[in-house]
């Protein structure tokens, strides 16, 4: 659902997105293999607002989101483990808290930025058959 012009509906996904971004973080804070890629943050949540902003301009349309998402994750110690768990974690928060249909859209959208972030962090594949990131 792109709602192109704002109305009632878009302001209740906004909130709703708001309430899913700081659902989905919340599930990172107990998470032993999430919870320190969330304590990296420097500033959360100014983290928190950029990510609000980017899922308002993808199921809304919005023009505030105006970053590349792949580069900050680069720098990360993320493994590909990490993508199921944050998998996980962002469709229960998207079911919990958007309607049926746009949580549907978001866990989609989700799920091929996933793919491409992992094609892109993983291109290799070690001697065990493990992904693993680019000599350095």
């Not at 990490?82 to 989700?110: C, G, V």
């Not at 793919?115 to 058959?129: H, K, S």
């Amino acid at each position: 659902m792109n709602v192109a012009t704002p109305g009632p509906e878009a302001a209740q996904i906004e909130t709703a997105i708001v309430r899913m971004v700081r659902r989905f973080y919340a599930g990172w804070t107990d998470d032993a293999l999430l919870a320190p890629i969330l304590a990296a943050l420097p500033e959360p949540e100014a983290h928190l607002a950029v990510i609000v902003d980017f899922w308002s301009r993808q199921l809304l349309g919005t023009e505030r989101y105006q970053g590349k998402p792949f580069p900050p994750h680069w720098a990360l110690k993320i493994e590909p483990a990490h993508f199921d768990r944050w998998m996980a974690l962002f469709a229960e928060a998207a079911r919990a808290e958007l309607p049926a249909d746009t949580a549907e859209q978001a866990i989609t959208k989700a799920g091929h930025m996933s793919v491409a972030f992992q094609a892109g962090l993983f291109p290799l594949r070690g001697p065990d058959g493990r992904p693993m990131r680019l000599p350095h």
